[in-house]
Nanobody
């Protein structure tokens, strides 16, 4: 069974940093593209950052220069380093996996349960 388990969320002050982790099992991790999405209360799920199986990375405009996605294929883990956090970054962050990279949540095959990130002002 494929499982994605996020961790690392929490409460931080604006300007602070967090590192999210997503541990993946049940699939050939190196052959999948990985992404982070987020969903804030009352808003639709949105793409945050992605890293393809071939090494490409891409980011939502709202997080460029502040967030960095990385992956450790040996550990089957994808990370999201979040710096200079803003209150508008507050959301549940979800890890997702797909055969092909993309920014649409509907194209992703597997999802984690999410981890809460709250940024106070």
């Amino acid at each position: 069974q494929v499982q994605l388990v996020e961790s690392g969320g929490g409460l931080v002050q604006a300007g602070g940093s967090l590192r999210l982790s997503c541990a993946v099992s049940g699939l050939t991790f190196s052959k999948y593209s990985m992404a982070w999405f987020r969903q804030a209360p009352g808003k639709e799920r949105e793409f945050v950052a992605g890293r393809s199986w071939s090494g490409g990375t891409y980011y939502a405009d709202s997080v460029k220069g502040r967030f960095t996605i990385s992956r450790d294929n040996a550990q089957n883990t994808v990370y999201l380093q979040m710096n200079s956090l803003k209150p508008e970054d507050t959301a549940v962050y979800l890890c997702a996996a797909t055969y092909q990279p993309g920014t649409r949540s509907s194209t992703y095959d597997y999802w984690g349960q999410g981890t809460q990130v709250t940024v106070s002002s």
